[in-house]
């Protein structure tokens, strides 16, 4: 799994892309969405919130915020 940012509709999203070898089960994706969500608000996304990103416009801290979709790849 690894974290990256994208801009939607002129938001910055947080995204975390694991990869699959097949499907997983609901229990799994339960699992792995307690995990990431975990991940964003006390391991990979607490450095967003407590440090500003440079930016030409100033700076910026990206807040935590829940999951909003889950979108599978193939």
Known sequence: MYPTVEIVDGELWRVMT?????????????????????????????GFEQHPIKTPDGEIYVGHSEIAALQRAD
């Open 18 to 46: 694991a990869g699959m070898k097949e499907p997983l089960s609901g229990e799994e994706t339960t699992a792995l969405m307690d995990y990431v969500c975990g991940q964003n608000s006390d391991g990979y996304g607490e």
